[in-house]
């Protein structure tokens, strides 16, 4: 097996500015779009070893609320744990993508990476909704979306979190099922970002998400996915189809929120070819 400095001597990987974002990210583009998404895999599990590393390591999916410091609030998330045996259902606990995302969002604003401030967002797959209260608490205007089922939920946390008069930003709640066409209010005007943790996890959604970041994105949008490293097969996929459309870079862990970072956890940016 190849160690790590050889795997990282294998692949020439280019680090460049995506986006709206200020950082600079590794371009993911060796060769054609099959042979990076299987470099790509190849290196995330040779190098970051997700299995041997502890899952769930920021959140507590049993408890009924998950409490957590951001922008200078305490934010609390209510999960309903019983709800994760209904087949189908993923959204009604927070899953540690989300929190890195949450968390590197308000890092990246914090050290002037990225500005949210009354940016338009659309957030898909919310579940809880962590990752769209912490956009709005930063100053954006998003819209928190997912399945019909979990509006519900997501209505709750962002009631019991975001009071409007000490809010810079708004949230508001929609249901959007990836593969159907958006509602209006979604594209009209596109979005400046789109964000998505724990997104990829099925290779039957894939393309229809892609469909979706596709409906979603304009030429001045940019996606930030973060991920868990659960399955290498479904990722691989995700990353080739998504290669065909975008650019798609991978943000390092060192620009992470530092107390928020997993050797589990991936987060790629993707602009529109
Ligand atoms: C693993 S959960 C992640 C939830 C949240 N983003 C987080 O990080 O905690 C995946 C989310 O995607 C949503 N989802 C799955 N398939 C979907 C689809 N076809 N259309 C819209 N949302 C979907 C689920 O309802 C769920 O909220």
């Known amino acids: ?44 599990w040779g190098i970051q070893q997700p299995t041997l590393s502890k899952p769930n390591a920021f959140v507590a999916q049993s408890s009924l ?18 709800s994760l045996g209904t087949p189908g259902v993923t959204g009604s606990v927070m899953w540690d993508s989300g929190v890195v995302l949450g968390k590197f969002l308000e890092h990246s604003v914090d050290s002037g990476m990225l500005s949210l401030q009354g940016k338009k967002i659309v957030e898909l797959g919310s579940g809880c909704g962590l990752v769209g209260c912490i956009a709005a608490l930063l100053g954006a205007q998003v819209i928190l ?13 962002i009631e019991t979190n975001l009071r409007p008069g000490e809010l810079r930003g708004s949230a508001i709640v929609k249901e959007l099922t990836w593969g159907d066409d958006p509602d209006q209010e979604l594209i009209e005007p596109l979005p400046d970002y789109v964000l998505g943790s724990d997104v990829i996890y099925s290779e039957g959604a894939v393309l229809d998400l892609l469909d979706t970041l596709l409906q979603l994105c304009g030429n001045r949008t940019t996606i930030f996915l973060a991920g868990e490293l659960r399955n290498d097969t479904v990722l691989e996929y995700f990353l080739e189809a998504a290669m065909k459309d975008f650019v798609v870079g991978r943000v390092d862990q060192t620009q992470w929120h530092p107390d928020y970072c997993s050797p589990r956890v991936v987060m790629y940016i993707l602009v529109k070819k």
């Open 1 to 44: 097996m190849a160690t790590e400095l050889e795997l990282e001597e294998e692949t020439e990987m280019k680090m460049v500015k995506l986006g709206s974002y200020e950082g600079k990210v590794r371009l993911l583009m060796v060769g054609g779009e099959s042979e990076s998404a299987a470099e790509e895999t190849m290196l995330l």
């Open 65 to 82: 609320n998950l409490r957590i410091d951001a922008c200078g609030h305490s934010i609390t998330i209510l999960q309903s744990p019983s």
């Open 145 to 157: 979306t997912d399945l019909p089922d979990r509006m519900r939920l997501l209505k709750k946390n």
